[in-house]
């Protein structure tokens, strides 16, 4: 179920590039898992977007929500992924998911809304072969024919695209609301972005990747970029990476004579922890 | 007896076993002190404002006034005044109660304009004219004030300008259910003796200078700057804060970062006390009681939308 419209006074600013929503699976069978995962990308360098509003998931069963907040260095990607099990057959619509906030490019109150999703639930035993079930001729027949039919449709309108290409300026950049997010490449884990962030500082222990190791290390206990060191002691309960965290504090914000020290520690303390 | 080295540590524990809970208010007076600033305090009648503000005065071997603002108070009663001498002939200067290490001025929204400019004054100059001569306050000076945000007949609304004295202002709620009970248990049989003389004055002077020396990366104070800016044109805020809110701010980040005995000030501590130092000096849109809106809640959407270092 959609929630109210958020009161005006409790709207932030945000600049939100991009909303979109996915599954993984839109066909599939009764009790066959799938996700359903929501992007929001904003420029700020936010820890949280509460305003963030999932689709009502209906009859299916919800078997988990993990939402995750990753700095970027033009903001925060949020990722919230719903892990669900349909409970009986039909085609189900899930509404987009959306934001309430003040749009920052106009200053006004504004809700920026994700596309909808569709996913098509069988009973158990209903194969979605097709007509790949059908006598071998008849394949062979209707494979043959799509490719020439098909490779010809496919050169005419290549043609008529290359042409129009040529011939018109490059169009503006498009209102990024709502966009679909970047295939990423394999996931990075939090312990790789230490590592790498501490290999960087002990090259050069200056305060840029000084600032990048205490981010990564803020990122590992779950607390994104403008979090304070009490919020991200509080989001882990690894005391290793507290201790880590600690000295990140005292190296970063440290006098000048014990910054050295500092530094020191903080390599002893990451190391520990990716030990 | 006064401790030779007392820590402000002493004082903070000699609070708590005064006062049940209210953690932040007792945080914000043992602040104000090493901060060397004054301290706005507002709640409800019984909430022990004005008991936080005597254990703080018990405890430090100086002078304490306790000063209730009414509406018939004069400049002079609080500042001092000439009387005529017979025997010698002469004018001679008494002083008022704002000559005192703390001052508790009880229930400041009670007394008219005049009042409050001349204790304000004082607040800021630290010294008064009385007749022809100007007189240094004792140091340290602290002015505790208590405030009732109900009961508004019959008060006069301190201006802005004025409230931007107040290097904080803390908000004393309501207790949870065990801190009443507590308080109960506590305070039942009568009020037990204050925590006298834990420190002395010396040690409150020796405090301020050496908090002085608390680093502050410039990161920090980037932060704390930012957190001023935020106040101007956020939403549902017709004034934001002045640039002495951000000199308080550092200022109160030292002290805190003092207290707890670290030699470095971090964004915690920025973070945690910019409520206090914003909360005074802003002024409301009228929309806000509109939209049914809470200042305090418009204080923590400015401060959480700044990220911290």
Redesign the interface.
Known sequence: MLAAPAPVLALRKLHVDALSMRADRTRLQVGEVFHLAIHARVREPIVALDELVVPDVGTMQLLGDERHVTSTPGGADVVETLTLEPTQSGTFTFAGAYVDAIDARTGKPSRFSSNSVRVVVEKPGVTFDGPWTASASFVATTVVGTIVVGGFIVLVIGGLLFALVRARPKPAPPNPVPQAPASAGPPRTARDEVAEALRAFRAAPEHASLMRLRTALFAAAGAGPGATLSDATAATQDERLRAALVAAEHAAFGPAATRERSAAELVEESERWLR | MAALSGRPRDVLDALHATIVGQDEVVEALVLGMIAGGHVLLEGAPGVAKTLACRALAASITGTFRRVQFTPDLLPSDIVGTRVFDQKSGEFATVLGPLFANVVLADEINRAPAKVQSALLEGMQERRVTIGPQTHDLPAPFVVLATMNPFDTDGTYALPLAQLDRFLAKVIVAFPSRDEERAIVDRFGAGEPPLRSGVVSAADVLRWQDEAHGV?V?A??RDYAIDLVRATRGA??VAHGASPRAALALVALARARAYLYER??????DV?DLAPAVFRHRISYDDR?AI????PE??VR?IV??????
């Open positions: 680093f990366d990161k920090l939403e549902l030699a470095f000030a971090t964004p915690d973070r806000i939209a049914g809106g809470d809640e418009v959407r959480a939308s700044v990220p911290a270092p």
